[in-house]
Antibody
Framework: QVQLQESGPGLVKPSETLSVTCTVSGASISDYYWSWIRQTAGQGLEWIGRLYNSGSANYNPSFKSRVTMSVDTSKNQFSLKLSSVTAADTAVYYC??????????????????WGQGTLVTVSS | DIQMTQSPSSLSASVGDRVTITCRASHSISSYLNWYQQKPGKAPKVLIYAAFSLQSGVPSRFSGSGSGTEFTLTISSLQPEDFATYFCQQSYISPWTFGQGTKVDMK
């Protein structure tokens, strides 16, 4: 059974860098794609980006150049860094397995499972 | 980006009711549509993928239909554990985007 667990600072000051790590158990991080999603009261669910098992990433343009994702295969972990944060970045951050599979109609993907989420508050 | 719009935003229903939630995409997304359920304080979990495929372990009272720009999630007979918020999500083109959610509460 694949399980994901986020760990983060809880509180980050404006203009600083938010950093969250996801530890994966029950699967090798090299075998799948992984994504970060956040949930805010105002914007709902927002996909931040996908990390491929090659180590490359596809980011949501909404986060422009502020986001960096990386993987540590030795620890079976992947990480999110979001720079120059503001109060609008206050959210619950989820790590998820980005499950891509070939179906009858072609290649498709969905998010399963999700970590429990970690609340990150941006405040001075 | 493809905009996903759900209706209604909330609904009140009773145990045993048939519930239908609609999700509309701003552009055609073929059948690249997933549905998630979220309970308070918990992470979302996938119910339906590829518009109508039931995720393993999800009760058969949940079903999905649609293609192109209009999709529906149906709960054939609402159970107490189904009171939750439901989200649609398109997986047709990056950036993947979600609907704003439909909250199902008790009448």
């Amino acid at each position: 059974q694949v399980q994901l667990q986020e760990s983060g600072p809880g509180l980050v000051k404006p203009s600083e860098t938010l950093s969250v790590t996801c530890t994966v158990s029950g699967a090798s991080i090299s075998d799948y794609y992984w994504s970060w999603i956040r949930q805010t009261a105002g914007q709902g669910l927002e996909w931040i980006g996908r990390l491929y098992n090659s180590g490359s990433a596809n980011y949501n343009p909404s986060f422009k150049s502020r986001v960096t994702m990386s993987v540590d295969t030795s620890k079976n972990q992947f990480s999110l860094k979001l720079s120059s944060v503001t109060a609008a970045d206050t959210a619950v951050y989820y790590c998820v397995r980005d499950l891509e599979q070939w179906l009858v109609g072609g290649k498709d993907s969905w998010f399963d499972p999700w970590g429990q989420g970690t609340l990150v508050t941006v405040s001075s | 980006d493809i905009q996903m719009t759900q209706s209604p935003s909330s609904l009140s229903a009773s145990v045993g009711d048939r519930v239908t939630i609609t999700c509309r995409a701003s552009h055609s997304i073929s059948s690249y549509l997933n549905w998630y359920q979220q309970k308070p304080g918990k992470a979302p979990k996938v119910l339906i993928y590829a518009a109508f495929s039931l995720q393993s372990g999800v009760p058969s009272r949940f079903s999905g239909s649609g293609s192109g720009t209009e999709f529906t999630l149906t709960i054939s007979s609402l159970q107490p554990e189904d009171f939750a918020t439901y989200f649609c999500q398109q997986s047709y083109i990056s950036p993947w985007t979600f609907g704003q959610g439909t909250k199902v509460d008790m009448k």
